[in-house]
Nanobody, 125 residues
Framework: QVQLVESGGGLVQAGGSLRLACAAS????????MGWFRQAPGKERGFVAA????????YYADSVKGRFTISRDNAKNTVYLQMNSLKPEDTAVYYC??????????????????WGQGTQVTVSS
């Protein structure tokens, strides 16, 4: 079992930055691929970024490529999402997720086995 807790969300002006963190419990964290997703009101949960179990590879949605960076610190059982040049359309609840079955890049909701409770990110124009 893995429990995930996100933090770092908040209100920021367009063009600003936020850094989200996802703290994981459980000794198997370092064997899990991790991802970030987001869900805006009235929309489905969508993929944002993913990272392999060892941090060796990352992958991003086109909408955030060049602006967001996913990273992980396995010694701290934490995965991060650095978000720069934020836009109003980035406003959403952001969720981190863990995939215990496959250590590579996964981009869909069913690929992931564990989810955090989410953290709200609001970008004002």
């Amino acid at each position: 079992q893995v429990q995930l807790v996100e933090s770092g969300g908040g209100l920021v002006q367009a063009g600003g930055s936020l850094r989200l963190a996802c703290a994981a419990s459980g000794r198997t964290f370092r064997s899990h691929a991790m991802g970030w997703f987001r869900q805006a009101p009235g929309k489905e949960r969508g993929f944002v970024a993913a990272i392999t179990w060892d941090g060796g590879s990352t992958y991003y949605a086109d909408s955030v490529k060049g602006r967001f960076t996913i990273s992980r610190d396995n010694a701290k059982n934490t995965v991060y999402l650095q978000m720069n040049s934020l836009k109003p359309e980035d406003t959403a609840v952001y969720y981190c997720a863990a995939d215990e079955r496959f250590r590579g890049i996964a981009t869909t909701v069913p690929d992931y086995d564990y989810w955090g409770q989410g953290t709200q990110v609001t970008v004002s124009s």
